[in-house]
């Protein structure tokens, strides 16, 4: 079992930046691949963005390449998104989810086998 508790969320004006991060615990870290998704009130989970194992390969959403950047620190058990440019549609429930599996992408929530219970991020106008 691996157990993943997001942190970071909250409410920002549109422009502005937050962190988001998750830590893993149970399970060696650097064994999976992580994921960023989001889900909007109305709307089905989304992939934002992935990080492979060691974090040589990273993937992002086309909605935010250029403004988010994801990392992760395996010697604290972390990852880590750096949200800039935030947009009122960045508004959602983040989640981060863990994968032992590889893959050529990582784009589908039914790739992932463990998940944490979500954090909001809400940008306002």
């Known amino acids: 079992q691996v157990q993943l508790v997001e942190s970071g969320g909250g409410l920002v004006q549109a422009g502005g930046s937050l962190r988001l991060s998750c830590a893993a615990s149970?399970?060696?870290?650097?064994?999976?691949?992580m994921g960023w998704f989001r889900q909007a009130p109305g709307k089905e989970r989304e992939f934002v963005a992935a990080?492979?194992?060691?974090?040589?390969?990273?993937y992002y959403a086309d909605s935010v390449k250029g403004r988010f950047t994801i990392s992760r620190d395996n010697a604290k058990n972390t990852v880590y998104l750096q949200m800039n440019s935030l947009k009122p549609e960045d508004t959602a429930v983040y989640y981060c989810?863990?994968?032992?599996?590889?893959?050529?992408?990582?784009?589908?929530?039914?790739?992932?086998?463990?998940w944490g219970q979500g954090t909001q991020v809400t940008v306002s106008s």
């Open positions: 990080i492979s194992r060691k974090g040589g390969s990273t």
């Open positions: 149970g399970r060696t870290f650097s064994n999976y691949a």
């Open positions: 989810a863990a994968t032992s599996r590889t893959s050529e992408s990582y784009y589908y929530p039914s790739l992932y086998d463990y």
